[in-house]
């Protein structure tokens, strides 16, 4: 095995262990913190992937901003003592961890037996794949209007955050 | 060989992070095994566009990104208005249009 597959191997190992921390930790603090440990994971694979933008933009906005949003919340309403998982051993629970593996099974089934790529659609990179600099020519070409597009969404979800979040004058 | 056994990673990701939403009943932790899927969704993306040598991939990822944004920060609004009405942010007490 090579070092770089165990390197894969080892980052691999903490992913899934931070995500099965997120689902099965009681306090929605802890399962915070293990969901920034495998973002930051996510992150390190991208950047094995040659994906360098798009690993600093992992940590700024989904470590940094948007768990920082995450840790505000659970510290907002403070859910400590009602976070005692209830007893009864639901359907649904049941049918989840039944279909968990399934869908693993699924999943990989079909990742197996995949044609193999042999053709691809390589573009033309100016600065080389996963450049900043090429990821920001797309950006404003070729995907323009979806990138106006996406501002549009971001002012929509942020008046529509403030709308709801705001305390009612009764 | 890297690229055929990342995805099988992210199959394992985004399977916990459906038995997640599942099984959990704290909203904001539901909120928090969505990121979950969007990530190993991510993760996927990344594999083929370094495969293929085609960034249309990273381009999919930063929309992701972006509307995984959006969606935290309209989701956790949602939660802070039901936890003010009903004092709790268990998605079982948000029963009204239950069917």
Not at chain 1, 44 to 53: G, K, P, R, S, V
Not at chain 1, 141 to 165: C, K, N, R, T
Not at chain 2, 64 to 93: N, Y
Request: with cysteine.
């Amino acid at each position: 095995m090579s070092s770089q597959m165990l390197v894969v191997n080892g980052i691999a190992f903490v992913a899934i262990f931070s995500a099965l921390m997120v689902v099965f930790h009681r306090n929605p603090m802890m399962s915070v913190v293990f969901l920034i440990v495998n973002l930051i994971c996510i992150a390190l694979f991208f950047l094995l992937l040659q994906a360098q933008f798009l690993f600093a933009i992992q940590i700024i906005v989904y470590a940094g901003a948007i768990m920082v949003l995450f840790v505000f919340v659970v510290m907002l309403l403070n859910l400590r003592q009602e976070e005692k998982l209830h007893p009864t051993w639901r359907i649904q629970r049941i049918l989840a961890f039944l279909g968990g593996p399934l869908l693993v099974g699924a999943l990989w089934t079909a990742l197996w037996h995949r044609s193999p790529s042999s053709e691809g659609f390589p573009g033309s990179f100016v600065s080389g794949f996963g450049s900043t600099e090429d990821m920001g020519r797309l950006l404003f070409s070729d995907y323009l209007f979806q990138f106006e597009a996406a501002s549009v969404l971001l002012v929509v979800a942020m008046i529509g955050a403030v709308i709801l979040a705001r305390r009612k004058e009764s | 060989m890297m690229t055929s056994f990342l995805p099988l990673v992210a199959a394992v990701l985004f399977s916990i992070g459906a038995v997640g939403v599942l099984v959990r009943r704290n909203a904001i932790v539901i909120l928090m095994c969505i990121e979950l899927m969007l990530n190993a969704v991510n993760l996927t993306f990344a594999s083929y566009s370094y495969e293929l040598r085609s960034m249309t991939g990273h381009i999919f990822i930063f929309f992701v990104m972006t509307v995984a944004a959006a969606e935290a920060a309209v989701g956790l609004g949602i939660v802070i208005a039901v936890f003010r009405k009903r004092q709790s942010a268990d998605v079982d007490d948000v029963n009204l249009m239950r069917w």
